[in-house]
């Protein structure tokens, strides 16, 4: 995949956005541990930013997904992992099930907003009792006339705690588990709606996540996204996306870190030379390098294919799997190469260090990813349960 001017155009107007009204704020939001994400997210949509890959009719551009690609890739230029996580999770993780399965209805109520930079969305898919095993999640919805009555509890919750609405993976049935969850969306203000608690991390300080509580809630039952008892497959489509903006975000912090890292080394005095004069540090931050740009490849060949409408279930897991892994690889060398410096809090190299480590985790861990592979591989046998 080659970006065109029009990606590149793209990607400069994002980056000038960063520098003007992200960058400068970030220390102060890592402190606060939130941003305004109403405020940027209205500045994004006017810039046309919310909804590249989104239909025109709903206020989107229209475009193919590898623009949103390209957008997932400069936001890396934030000093931070938390706040691009967040518009993120507008743009590539609660809205693209909308988008695609949403009756005309549900996505003028929900998705124009959303594109518009009116409302911030989440994804409630974890719970305290289920983030791998998602087909075990325990949320449910009763039928009650039109309405959904729901129950349960959703964990780590990114935005949630900001949000209008939770686009919520939950049981709507007994049946087997991969059939009887459906994507409902759920405004953040309805009654029943506990916020239960603000969640403290060592990393992503500015991204706001939570554990929500349900009781009871009542929504209509057209807020269902697509079909009842689709909800598994729709989520396990949406987090190709979520996979790809992962991989395709953690590529330009690992650039910058490193070229961090060469600067420092090439000033840092030591044994009559610099860092940079010792061959070890030369070839490590080399390999690391190349590392990077085959991520990078990889992550463009997945997005080339999705593109073409092919299933890339294989390469997104691959890609985010070895951006888990490359990501912390690349934060514990160079913040190594820093010495005490690295070890400060401000430094950059060590917010990448903590930012990072959410990479193996979130969005399915390295060990589900593994999994999925094993399976796409036909190593591993497809599971018992239904
Ligand atoms: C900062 C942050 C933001 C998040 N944002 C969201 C969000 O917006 N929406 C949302 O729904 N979720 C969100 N999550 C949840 C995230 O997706 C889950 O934490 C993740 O899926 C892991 O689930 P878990 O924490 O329940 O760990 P568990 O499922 O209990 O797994 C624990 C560990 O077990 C290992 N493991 C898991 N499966 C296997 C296996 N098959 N074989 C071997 N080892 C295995 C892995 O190492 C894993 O880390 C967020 C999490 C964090 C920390």
Same mark, same amino acid.
Do not use: C, H
């Given at each position: 995949m080659q970006y065109t001017h029009e990606h590149l155009e793209i990607q400069k107007t994002l980056r000038r956005f960063i520098d003007e009204e992200i960058n400068p704020h970030v220390d102060e939001w890592e402190a606060a541990e939130q941003f305004p994400a109403h405020q940027v997210f209205r500045k994004l949509a006017a810039l046309g930013l919310l909804g590249l890959?989104?239909?025109?009719?709903?206020?989107? #551009?229209?475009?193919?997904? #590898?623009?949103?690609?390209?957008?997932?890739e400069a936001l890396g230029h934030v000093s931070c992992g938390g706040v691009p996580m967040a518009i993120g999770v507008q743009t590539d993780m609660c809205t693209p099930a909308l988008a695609r399965f949403g009756s005309d209805a549900l996505r003028r109520e929900f998705l124009v907003p959303a594109i518009a930079g009116e409302t911030v969305g989440c994804i409630g898919v974890s719970e305290p009792g289920a983030g791998s095993d998602v087909a075990g999640l325990k949320s449910h919805a009763r039928k009650d006339g039109g309405d959904y009555v729901i129950t349960g509890q959703k964990m780590w919750i990114t935005n949630s705690l900001q949000a209008d609405w939770m686009c919520m993976l939950v049981n709507t049935s007994d049946g087997p588990v991969h059939r009887n969850k459906s994507l409902v969306l759920v405004p953040m203000n309805t009654p029943g709606i506990t916020k239960a608690k603000k969640i403290r991390k060592i990393g992503m300080h500015s991204s706001d996540t939570g554990l929500?509580?349900?009781d009871e809630v009542r929504?209509?039952?057209?807020?269902?996204?697509?079909?009842?008892?689709?909800?598994?497959?729709?989520?396990?489509?949406?987090?190709?996306?979520e996979r790809l903006w992962c991989a395709a975000s953690s590529l330009l912090p690992m650039d910058e870190c490193i070229a961090d890292t060469i600067e420092w080394a090439q000033q840092r005095k030591l044994f009559g030379g610099t860092l940079a004069d010792q061959q070890w540090v030369q070839f490590k931050l080399a390999e690391l390098k190349t590392e990077v740009e085959a991520l990078r490849a990889l992550t463009y060949r997945a997005c080339e294919l999705y593109v073409q409408g092919q299933d890339v279930t294989e390469l997104a897991s691959?890609?985010?799997l070895k951006t888990g892994r490359l990501t912390r690889e690349v934060a514990d060398t160079c913040l190594q190469f820093w010495g005490g410096?690295?070890?400060?809090?401000?430094?950059?190299v060590s917010r990448l260090y903590r930012d990072g480590r959410l990479g193996s985790i979130g969005g399915g861990a390295d060990e589900v990813m593994l999994g999925i592979l094993a399976k796409t591989m036909g190593i591993a046998k497809r599971p018992a349960r239904e």
């Open positions: 890959n989104k239909p025109e009719v709903y206020g989107g #551009s229209g475009l193919d997904y #590898s623009y949103a690609m390209a957008m997932a929500i509580y349900f929504v209509p039952q057209r807020y269902r996204v697509g079909e009842e008892g689709q909800g598994f497959v729709y989520q396990m489509q949406q987090f190709q996306e691959m890609a985010k410096m690295g070890f400060t809090w401000e430094n950059r």
